[in-house]
């Protein structure tokens, strides 16, 4: 799989998320609220997954809010999201569909990919997907491409 971005020198590639970088590749005008936080829609079925995914984002830089939306209309929708999370275990076209959809309502909001096949990361990249984070072992995430 060919390499996208900045993958870091830590071990495998992979280091902490950093949420920020993300919104801020895709657009510099993004900034964080007045109360110093960033907002992540979160497209996922409504589980214990999608709750498990929320908490491991959060977790990775606490001025991260994240909200879970299983309807990606709502998200796109919502005007104070800075940029749209979607599960990667969602089944691949959905995904696709989801990074499309984001894209062609506000070009601008960034997407980002929470895990995923190597295949889906490779099509969502090509698809528009501003950025990939990888699910860790233990609370946290993990940033890679």
Request: negative net charge; glycine residues 8%; contains cysteine.
């Amino acid at each position: 799989m060919g390499t996208r971005g900045d993958a870091g020198s830590a071990p495998g590639g992979v280091r902490p998320v950093d949420p920020h970088r993300s919104i801020a590749r895709r657009d510099r005008s993004r900034t964080m609220n007045a109360d110093g936080r960033l907002t992540a829609a979160l497209v996922a079925d409504a589980t214990d997954r999608a709750t498990t995914v929320a908490d491991r984002l959060a977790a990775a830089d606490d001025r991260l809010a994240v909200t879970i939306v299983p309807d990606p209309d709502d998200a796109v929708d919502a005007t104070a999201t800075d940029c749209v999370v979607v599960d990667g275990r969602l089944s691949d076209d959905g995904v696709l569909s989801i990074v499309r959809r984001v894209a062609d309502a506000d070009r601008a909001l960034p997407t980002v990919l929470y895990g995923g096949t190597d295949a889906l990361v490779e099509a969502a990249l090509d698809a528009g997907v501003a950025d990939v984070v990888r699910p860790a072992d233990g609370p946290t995430a993990s940033r890679v491409a």
